[in-house]
T-cell receptor, first 115, second 112 residues
Framework: DAGVIQSPRHEVTEMGQEVTLRCKPISGHDYLFWYRQTMMRGLELLIYFNNNVPIDDSGMPEDRFSAKMPNASFSTLKIQPSEPRDSAVYFC?????????????FGPGTRLLVL | KQEVTQIPAALSVPEGENLVLNCSFTDSAIYNLQWFRQDPGKGLTSLLLIQSSQREQTSGRLNASLDKSSGRSTLYIAASQPGDSATYLCAVRRPGGFKTIFGAGTRLFVKA
């Protein structure tokens, strides 16, 4: 298995532009998580999905952030409009169904820089 | 509100030394606690997961303990190696969902 796949790996954009981050979870995993990591705030859960349905989006910082999961093999995190303070590493993770292992498997992350 | 603290923030040890990383959490009502490893520029890799009903878990040279009542967990690394150099994060999952709170991590450097 290729693991969790994220794209792009690096993104540099200007303030005000729309940014879309993509994630492909491990096949057969029914939970998908989006995290943000910064030096100041550490690793924070933004939102998670179960069977493509958003379950908890209380970590989404503002209305500028939105996430979708149109099918079991694809999710996006969109920032519109982007701001310099959104600069961070964004991770996607997925996990087994309840009968399997508990642990989350993380992707390599997307390093976002907003100028 | 659950807060997770890791001490020390950074640690440098000579190869072969046994070491302990500490994690504390403010709310003892947890579902489980997990230790992760993060290499520079990479995602997180799960090392050990301890359910709230368990006291410890072991994997190779790693041993993690959990004392829920005191809000503490330790990660013990035996006979450290340069390849163990990474940041180690502790994460607590709350009951009734998948909300996971992470500590800031301990950056470990093992000198050859």
């Amino acid at each position: 298995d290729a693991g969790v796949i994220q794209s792009p790996r690096h993104e540099v954009t200007e303030m005000g532009q729309e940014v879309t981050l993509r994630c492909k979870p491990i096949s057969g995993h029914d939970y998908l998580f989006w995290y943000r990591q910064t030096m100041m705030r550490g690793l924070e859960l933004l939102i998670y999905f179960n069977n493509n349905v958003p379950i908890d989006d209380s970590g989404m910082p503002e209305d500028r952030f939105s996430a979708k999961m149109p099918n079991a093999s694809f999710s996006t995190l969109k920032i519109q409009p982007s701001e310099p303070r959104d600069s961070a590493v964004y991770f996607c993770a997925s996990r087994h169904p309840p009968s399997g292992q508990e642990t989350q498997y993380f992707g390599p992350g997307t390093r976002l820089l907003v100028l | 509100k659950q807060e997770v603290t890791q001490i020390p923030a950074a640690l440098s040890v000579p190869e072969g030394e046994n070491l302990v990383l500490n994690c504390s959490f403010t709310d003892s009502a947890i579902y489980n606690l997990q230790w992760f490893r993060q290499d520079p520029g990479k995602g997180l890799t799960s090392l050990l997961l301890i359910q709230s009903s368990q006291r410890e878990q072991t994997s190779g040279r790693l041993n993690a303990s959990l004392d829920k009542s005191s809000g503490r967990s330790t990660l013990y690394i035996a006979a450290s190696q340069p390849g163990d150099s990474a940041t180690y994060l502790c994460a607590v999952r709350r009951p009734g969902g998948f909300k996971t709170i992470f500590g800031a991590g301990t950056r470990l450097f093992v000198k050859a």
